[in-house]
C-alpha cells in the first residue's frame, strides 16, 4: 500500500501542474538568459548548453529515421560532431542535416509551451531523460563531462529544491534555448560570408539537394526567431 502511494505521489509530482511564477521571475530569468547569450565571455562558455542541444537534435532524428547513430562528440570550442549511418542521400539524411540549428529553438519552443500550461516539473525530468539518454551516445571525455553536469543540475534542482527554484531555473533554460538558439545562425552567416565552415550544416544540406545554402540559412533563422517570438509569448502569458 505504501509503495503504490509513494508511486502515486510520484506520479502527481512530474505529471501535475505547478503555480506560475511571478511575473517578476518570468522577466528577470529571460534578462539573466539574455546575459548568458549576447557578452562574447559568457557565451563561449554557455555555448556548449546549445551545442548539447545542436548535436542532441542531429541524433535523435537520425534515429528517427531509421539511421544507426555511431556516437556523439563535444568540443571544448563549442564544435561538436554526431556521426551517423546509412543512406547518404534522401530524407532521413536531409532531416537530420537540418536539425542541428533548429533543435535548440524548436527545444526551447517546446519547453514553453509545457511551462504556459505548468508542467513546470515534468520539464525539468524530460529534459534530464534527454540528457542522459544523449549521455549512452557520447564519445569523448569532455562531452561526457558536460552532458553529466548538464544533466546532473536538472536532476538536482527537479528533486531537492522548492516550487520557487525550480520554476526559476525552468523558466532561465528555457529562455537560453529561444535566446541562444538565434544566435548560431548568425554566427555560421558571418563565417560563410568570409570563407569559412565550408562543410558546414547549410553546405552539406546544400550538396543534398541542390537548393543554395543561403536558402538554408534562411530557415535556421525563420525557425529560431519564429521559435523566440512564439515562446516568449507563452512564457510571458500573451
Known sequence: MAITQSATDLWDRVFGT???????????????????????????????????????????????????????????DTSGLTVSRGKPTGIGMILTAAAGYTAPPLL?????????????????????????????????????????VTSAAFLLVSWLTGPDVQAGFAYAAVWFLLLGGVRPAFELQSKRRHGGAPDSDADQLSRLTHVPPAMWLFLFHAVSLCSLIGGGRWLVGL
Do not use: C, F, K
Open 18 to 76: 505547478q503555480p506560475a511564477p511571478d511575473e517578476w521571475l518570468v522577466i528577470v530569468t529571460g534578462l539573466v538568459a539574455l546575459v548568458a547569450v549576447i557578452p562574447r565571455p559568457l557565451w563561449r562558455l554557455s555555448r556548449n548548453a546549445i551545442t548539447i542541444a545542436h548535436e542532441g537534435g542531429h541524433g535523435l532524428v537520425a534515429l528517427l529515421t531509421g539511421r544507426r547513430l555511431d556516437g556523439i562528440r563535444l568540443h571544448s
Open 108 to 148: 526551447g519552443l517546446g519547453g514553453a509551451w509545457l511551462l504556459a500550461a505548468h508542467h513546470i516539473t515534468l520539464l525539468l525530468w524530460l529534459a534530464t531523460a534527454l540528457l542522459i539518454a544523449m549521455l549512452v551516445m557520447i564519445r569523448n571525455a569532455y562531452g561526457a563531462l558536460t552532458v553529466i
